[in-house]
């Protein structure tokens, strides 16, 4: 059975940090992504990371502050988040695609297949 369990999330003070940690099981993935989810709002694409790690992509509203990475020995990939705002305030959810996805693709929520149940993230102002 294939699974992805979100941890880390919290409540931090702006200007403060927190990393997310996703552990997979039940099989690997090519590719994870990150998304948040704020109330009242649909879920957008935050950042996503290939196989070898070598590559990342993130959303222009999170580039140069948070940053994605993966250790494929345990199965997992993190999202490091620095200078957090208030706006960055959100359920953040883990996902993986069943096949690998061509560089363009990893912003489309639709195109993941699992999804991890989420972490809620508050930053206070």
């Known amino acids: 059975q294939v699974q992805l369990v979100e941890s880390g999330g919290g409540l931090v003070q702006a200007g403060g940090s927190l990393r997310l940690s996703c552990a997979a099981s039940?099989?690997?993935?090519?590719?994870f992504g990150w998304f948040r989810q704020a109330p009242g709002k649909e879920r957008e694409f935050v950042a996503a990371i290939t196989r070898s790690g070598d590559s990342t992509y993130y959303s222009d509203s999170v580039k140069g502050r948070f940053t994605i990475s993966r250790d494929n020995a345990k199965n997992t990939v993190y999202l490091q988040m620095n200078s957090l705002k208030s706006e960055d305030t959100a359920v953040y959810y883990c996902?993986?695609?069943?096949?690998?996805?061509?560089?363009?693709?990893?912003?489309?929520?639709?195109?993941?297949?699992?999804w991890g149940q989420g972490t809620q993230v508050t930053v206070s102002s």
């Open positions: 996902a993986a695609p069943r096949f690998s996805l061509a560089v363009p693709n990893l912003r489309l929520r639709s195109l993941y297949d699992y």
């Open positions: 039940g099989r690997t993935f090519s590719s």
